[in-house]
């Protein structure tokens, strides 16, 4: 468990591979405040630069109880974990907040930022503040065998975010 986390610069990050992180051990995307907040797990999504400023991108499927909580509120985080807590990522991403207390059942500990929720455990947090989501768009697709991924029409809808805080254990 991270005991000490910093804001820093990301580009002055030392242990952060989005492409590890995200699409290896997977990330939590949460949204909310702290009276009401769901997370789950994604593995899709990044980090980049769009319209001149540092921004992540995630997707959410319009089901997922996160959703809601990223449709009303302004901000989310992506916090990152060391592959220890593979376990708990699986869990939260196996059950719905709707049903089950994920906090309670993982022993996940949240963080209540001034916008955002994120995870003492985490290694590593974006803190995002939304500035652009649209529905992924089938008539767009070039290559066409991307609709394999959505057998039931239910396209994600995508969020960017821009990077308002870094932090990092450490």
């Not at 990301?10 to 405040?33: A, Q």
């Not at 995002?128 to 529905?135: A, M």
Request: hydrophobic share 35%; glycine share 6%; charged share 30%.
């Amino acid at each position: 468990m991270s005991e000490m986390l910093k804001e820093i610069n990301p580009k002055n990050s030392k242990n952060f591979n989005p492409y590890k992180e995200i699409g290896e051990k997977w990330m939590l995307v949460t949204s909310g405040t702290n009276k009401k907040f769901n997370t789950m797990t994604a593995s899709w999504g990044g980090v980049g630069v769009l319209w001149n400023k540092n921004v992540s991108f995630v997707f959410i499927r319009p089901q997922r109880y996160t959703f809601e909580f990223l449709e009303n509120n302004e901000y989310y985080s992506l916090s990152f974990f060391d592959e220890k807590y593979k376990p708990v990522l699986a869990k939260c991403g196996q059950v719905s907040g709707r049903d089950v207390d994920k906090i309670k059942e993982t022993g996940l500990n949240p963080v209540f930022d001034d916008k955002s929720v994120y995870f003492k455990e985490a290694k590593n947090v974006l803190i995002c503040k939304k500035i652009y989501s649209q529905f992924i768009d089938p008539q767009c697709f070039i290559d066409v065998s991307i609709q394999k991924n959505y057998e039931k029409n239910d396209y994600h809808k995508m969020y960017i975010g821009e990077i308002v805080k870094y932090i990092e254990e450490g």
